[in-house]
């Protein structure tokens, strides 16, 4: 497997889709304590946790965060993603009330037409020297 940093959590991403870029700066952003680390699905290290990590019926197009040895999907990833960042978007845990099936429904929805409405590159494009230390291989 990959070497990865062993400080944070893993926040796998789609490297080619506009949403997602916008995801991983808001995460950047509101992330005062720089826990999480990054890295496209696409990139040896996404390719080599996904494979090791995902649980059966869960897709590999969406965002996956790994933590503590676990693998977390769709909403519950974007859940436990905003639980850590600064208020108020760590308020947004109480969005597990909802039943996963309707938020993993709502989340796909988006998945599905993220390209679509939001866009792609043709290649995942470098970060800034400011995060580079952040991101994985």
Known sequence: MTETREDGPIVLFDGVCNLCHAAVRFIL???????????????????DLTTEGIREGTSADSVILV???LTYARSEAAIR???????????????????RPMRDGA???VARNRYRWFGRKDFC?????????????
Not at 29 to 47: C, I, K, M, N
């Open 29 to 47: 952003a509101r992330d005062s304590e720089a826990r999480f680390r990054f890295a496209p699905l696409e990139s040896e290290t996404g390719r």
């Open 67 to 69: 933590e503590d040895g």
């Open 81 to 99: 993603i905003a639980s850590r960042l600064s208020l108020p978007w760590r308020a947004l845990v109480v969005l597990r009330v909802v039943p």
């Open 107 to 109: 989340y796909d929805l």
């Open 125 to 137: 494009p470098m970060p800034g020297e400011d995060v580079r230390d952040r991101f994985l291989g």
